[in-house]
């Protein structure tokens, strides 16, 4: 963890091998006092691998009122035979603010990927509690072949911005979706690993969100 000034911290998330094996529930808990900015650094991605019983990856945010937090997530990789329940709860309070990137990639290097279950409920106080973003996703084998899910791409790339909306300019190659309380999804999907569009759109929103002033 790191300091730069009060009311700030960068906190790097690192395992002892970032794996997540057959039968692991893991747990992640994160909560951003009021007035304060946090970020998180992953310096590896995470591979979940196949075996006997499923696996789990929960995460839960709570940020306060007028809180800010940055997580640049690294690829998520769902190997083959893998099966992988993955949720991701936000709490927002008033005038706090998200900016996230999560990476889902299916199959090592010459593999298709097991199955993925992904979860993103966000709500916020601004909104009395009111959903503000709900996303499910069934991306087992069967299902995320089909036209209108993933087809034949294996990476699907989100940035998320809940609780303001940024004004830089977006990459013409993405796909942008604007929420209906303040807040915007940018995807993209391949099927491989070209990360220069959202790495442009991420360095854009970063600097956009850390130069705004904190609300009160």
């Known amino acids: 963890m790191s300091a730069s000034s009060p009311g700030t911290a960068q906190v790097a998330l690192v395992g002892t091998q970032m794996v997540l094996l057959a039968g692991d529930s893991i747990g992640i808990d994160i909560v951003v006092g009021a007035g304060c900015t946090l ?34 997530g690294q690829p998520f990789v769902i190997s083959d035979d893998a099966r992988v329940r993955r ?19 299916f199959g090592r290097s010459g593999q298709r990927g097991g199955d993925l279950v992904s979860k993103f409920h966000a709500s916020s106080s601004s909104t009395d509690g009111e959903p503000l973003l709900i996303e499910d996703l069934d991306l ?36 942008a979706f604007d929420l209906a309380e303040p807040g915007t ?10 990360h220069r569009p959202m790495d442009t759109c991420w360095q854009a929103w970063y600097h956009e969100l850390v130069a705004a002033p904190q609300p009160n």
């Open 185 to 194: 999804m940018v995807r993209r999907l391949g099927s491989d690993h070209d």
């Open 140 to 175: 087992s084998r069967g299902r995320r072949g089909r036209v209108g899910v993933l087809s034949e791409n294996r990476v699907l790339d989100s940035i998320i911005a809940l609780g303001w909306r940024p004004t830089a300019k977006i990459p013409t190659d993405l796909a």
């Open 39 to 72: 970020e998180i650094v992953e310096p590896v991605g995470t591979v979940a691998y196949g075996g006997d019983g499923d696996s789990e990856w929960d995460i839960s945010i709570e940020i306060a009122d007028g809180g800010t937090l940055i997580w640049q």
């Open 87 to 105: 949720s991701t709860r936000v709490k927002l309070g008033t005038h706090a603010r998200l900016l996230q990137r999560e990476i889902l990639t």
